[in-house]
T-cell receptor, first 114, second 117 residues
Framework: EAGVTQFPSHSVIEKGQTVTLRCDPI?????LYWYRRVMGKEIKFLLH????????ESGMPNNRFLAERTGGTYSTLKVQPAELEDSGVYFC????????????FGPGTRLTVL | AQTVTQSQPEMSVQEAETVTLSCTYD???????LFWYKQPPSRQMILVIR??????QNATENRFSVNFQKAAKSFSLKISDSQLGDAAMYFC??????????????FGTGTSLTVIP
């Protein structure tokens, strides 16, 4: 069974540009989460999808971040325009409905904004 | 809000020795779950071990065990007979047991573990 995949693995952009991160969850997982780790800090929750619906987006830092989940499958996280403080590692995770025990994480996308 | 604290940014251990990683958390909830995740360099984060708060017995998974002190809100990870493959960043995480609202994980800042041959 394929795990959670994320693309790209690294992205380097300049301030003011746009970047789109993609996450493909494990097949059949209705729950999809985005997290972010800024250098040296804790991993912080951004938002949670159940299928194609946003269940909780309380962690989204501001309106420069837009997340979508087309048809309840893969998800994208767009940052527009990117700022220096957006640099960090963006993790995606997925889980089955009702699974309290584990979220399966992707390898993350390292975003550097210059 | 729940917080998770890992006070050891870096730790090192000799191969075959034992190391303990610390984690404390703060919550007013009585039903919750605690986890240790491991992220090897440039690889996916994987679950090492989990503990249900209602269970008094400490969880064990092969060479990995936890010391769960509910009253002290402490959840340390012990790695016995350390191997080179244990070198990774370790994250402690908390999840509410209230399924409706507690779907997100709360993480600590991580502990980078080096295993010395």
């Amino acid at each position: 069974e394929a795990g959670v995949t994320q693309f790209p693995s690294h992205s380097v952009i300049e301030k003011g540009q746009t970047v789109t991160l993609r996450c493909d969850p494990i097949s059949g997982h209705d729950n999809l989460y985005w997290y972010r780790r800024v250098m040296g800090k804790e991993i912080k929750f951004l938002l949670h999808f159940v299928k194609e619906s946003k269940q909780d987006e309380s962690g989204m830092p501001n309106n420069r971040f837009l997340a979508e989940r087309t048809g309840g499958t893969y998800s994208t996280l767009k940052v527009q325009p990117a700022e220096l403080e957006d640099s960090g590692v963006y993790f995606c995770a997925s889980s089955q409905e009702g699974n309290r025990y584990e979220q399966f994480f992707g390898p993350g996308t390292r975003l550097t904004v210059l | 809000a729940q917080t998770v604290t890992q006070s050891q940014p870096e730790m090192s251990v000799q191969e075959a020795e034992t190391v303990t990683l610390s984690c404390t958390y703060d919550t007013s909830e009585s039903d919750y779950y605690l986890f240790w995740y491991k992220q090897p360099p440039s690889r996916q984060m994987i679950l090492v071990i989990r503990q249900e708060a209602y269970k008094q017995q400490n969880a064990t998974e092969n060479r990995f065990s936890v010391n769960f002190q509910k009253a002290a809100k402490s959840f340390s990870l012990k790695i016995s007979d350390s191997q080179l493959g244990d070198a990774a960043m370790y994250f402690c995480a908390y999840r509410s047991g209230v399924l409706k609202t507690g779907n997100q994980f709360y993480f600590g800042t991580g502990t980078s573990l080096t295993v010395i041959p």
